[in-house]
């Protein structure tokens, strides 16, 4: 089936045989009675038909299968009678933007099955991880939640990365003050993509806290410190989240700070041309009044005295202006 992108037998950290969905009631047969054999399915947008055949085979609760069908859950943690189900938010970068899937995993006593939702990673790397350190894979299906939490958390890395570089070009043009209306917008973008990646990551946090501190089912002591490991991954993530959300909102109050600045200066320098352009306004205003009696109109030389003046006081007004940076 294609949406089956992975189905084996494990046992004592080695990969026994590839096992198929049809023939998954044989396989349970052969896990049920032997400790350390477990089968591990890899299922990727399953339709109602396979997720039926794998609920029946392991008993899966209905809750869990049908928050598995219908994806668009919360990152929890829940338990049914000896066996856990957890949801997970993935991320990936899809040209330049973030785009968000999910994965629920079901573990119990013989059985993990993972389902994959929207952007994802494909787990087959965490598969052959698992399987070439098998005395790691020993340890049962606990260990392979791990390795799926773990390289689900470890993937917002490179995500957050690229998003770190971007929100540096950004600050670089904001500061050289060549930012335009496109980059303020995407700096907005930038802050919503990093706050709905903050809320997708941050419950797993406490995800790892409930598998360490409570009795959950399939957990084991030696096992702890790898769920402790992931915790303080989903940490940095929420660190480096909250820092690049910083710098934007740093990059909008200095954008906002140019802008005032840019218009103070327009201001000063329209605030001197008016001032200089006020001179000869006032004069060829008073001159230009239909008096008969006014002084120096029948002087020869009162046209070029008042000229001389204009000139000289708007001379002086620009050289004044000037020299204080209005203009």
Known sequence: MGSVVGSAVYQSGRRVEDVEIERLDLACEAVAPEPGRFVWIGLFEPDEEVLAKVQRRFGLHDLAVEDAHNAHQRPKLETYGDSIFVVMRTAQLVEGHVRFGETHIFAGRGHVVTVRHGSSVTYAGVRGRCERSPHMLALGEIFVVYSVMDFIVDNYFPVLHALETE????????????????????????????MTIRRAIHPIGEVCTRMMRFDAPLMEERVQ?????????VLRVVELIDGLRELLTSA??????????RQNEDMR???GWAAILAVPTALAGIYGMNFEDMPELKQPWGYPVVLGIILAICGALYWRFRRAGWI
């Open 269 to 271: 320098r329209f605030a």
């Open 252 to 261: 909008l109050e200095a954008n906002l700070l140019f802008a005032s600045l």
């Open 167 to 194: 929100i540096d070009d950004l600050e670089d043009r904001v500061f050289k003050q060549r930012s335009t209306r496109a980059d303020i917008e995407r700096i907005y973008e930038l802050r919503h993509e990093l």
């Open 225 to 233: 410190p790898y769920f402790r490991d992931v915790q303080d991954h």
